[in-house]
């Protein structure tokens, strides 16, 4: 009987049978991104239910659902950007005067455990809107879910401040939204058919951030386009990222990423592996060690040892280095603790992708 093991990278076997392959799901995940799920809604659909949640992983899904319709083209952007799975929600387009409508679509999504969110439309910078988005960025945070968001470059600052100058506003926008979880998109990249303005290539950008390995960083990367939508100047574009804004420029006849950071200026790299942390492991411990096992030395040993071991795979992978899991005695040890309560504290060191080199020459 033919069979055996098959590999996606190389030929497939000609003969019929079953062939299989394993894969540690663990390791899937650090080697591919985290999983690669970006969350966005969309508007002026046809064929679509309003407040539903439509899933895709492919640009046929999109297709085969809703044709050749515009309002998705946000879905195909992402998927092209290397997004493996797109959750979008069908949104009223009385949903921008709405607040309950905004929290209900947010906490739907976020429900959806995306590790990207993304507006990819200027409907979604309106003062109100945005900031109604925004404020769901920390809400969730605080109830587990630590995706990234992705919004984009605006001309005037949405918050309502009488600052009485241009360097003055964006200061005030900054700082409204520095956050290590929350992306700028300063310019885009025009994609034909599918993407014309920045708004809307925040999409692939987050399809883009969804997939990246843990192990690889976005600075330089290519992008699949020769016209940027806005172009900056050497001082602009210092001035910009020193704003914290993530900006695509010219690199040798192609678009690139020019440093791919959040808007406090922390490298995405290091945003990802903390997000994988914080996520993963809750996934980890959830699915495989809560209920299962006694809340005694052994136990807590027992769960120590599991996660220890589940983050040496990060490490062996060149993610993180120096990964240390102890019994939190500051907590353990208080007399007034829950029988079925334990404190575990993780520590490790970040590994950065190299990317600023200085050399010194002498002759």
């Known amino acids: 009987m033919a069979g055996g093991t098959w590999d996606p990278t190389k030929e497939l076997p000609i003969r019929p049978g079953v062939y299989m392959r394993l894969i540690d799901a663990a390791d899937e995940q650090i080697i591919g991104g985290v999983r690669g799920i970006v969350a966005m809604p969309f508007v002026n659909y ?126 005030a926008f900054s700082a409204y939204t520095s956050d290590d979880f929350l992306v700028h998109l300063g310019n885009g990249a025009v994609i034909d058919g599918l993407c014309s303005d920045r708004h809307q290539f925040t999409a692939y950008v987050a399809g883009l951030i969804a997939s990246v390995p843990l192990t690889k960083s976005i600075t330089y990367m290519k992008v699949p386009s020769s016209t940027l939508t806005e172009e900056f100047n050497r001082t602009e574009m210092i001035h910009y990222l020193q704003q914290g804004y993530l900006l695509l420029d010219y690199k040798r006849q192609q678009i690139k990423i020019e440093k791919g950071i959040t808007t406090t200026g922390k490298n995405l790299r290091s945003v990802k592996t903390k997000q994988a942390i914080a996520m993963d492991v809750r996934r980890f411990v959830v699915s495989k060690l809560i209920g299962k096992l006694n809340n005694d ?64 020459v002498t002759i």
Do not use: C
């Not at 952007?77 to 959750?87: E, F, N, P, S, T």
């Not at 992978?317 to 007399?335: Q, R």
């Open 297 to 360: 030395t052994d136990g807590q040993l027992a769960l120590k040892s599991a996660i220890q071991a589940y983050l040496e795979r990060y490490e062996q992978f060149g993610v993180l280095k120096d990964a240390e899991v102890l019994i939190d005695d500051d907590y353990n040890n208080d007399p007034n603790i829950e029988a079925d309560t334990v404190y575990i504290k993780i520590s490790y060191t970040e590994i950065e992708s190299m990317e600023r080199i200085f050399l010194t």
């Open 46 to 171: 046809t064929n679509a239910q309003p407040n539903v949640v439509y899933e895709f992983s492919s640009g046929r899904d999109v297709s085969q659902q809703f044709g050749n319709n515009s309002a998705l083209n946000p879905v195909r952007l992402a998927l092209r950007g290397g997004a493996k799975k797109v959750i979008a929600y069908a949104a009223r387009n009385s949903i921008l005067g709405s607040q309950a409508q905004i929290d209900e679509m947010m906490d739907t999504l976020a429900s959806r455990d995306p590790d990207v969110f993304v507006f990819p439309d200027a409907m979604w910078t309106e003062g109100f809107v945005r900031n109604r988005i925004l404020s769901h960025l920390k809400k969730h945070r605080e109830n587990g879910s630590y995706y990234i968001f992705v919004i984009s470059k605006e001309e005037d600052v949405i918050i309502e401040r009488n600052t009485a100058s241009v360097a003055e506003k964006e200061q």
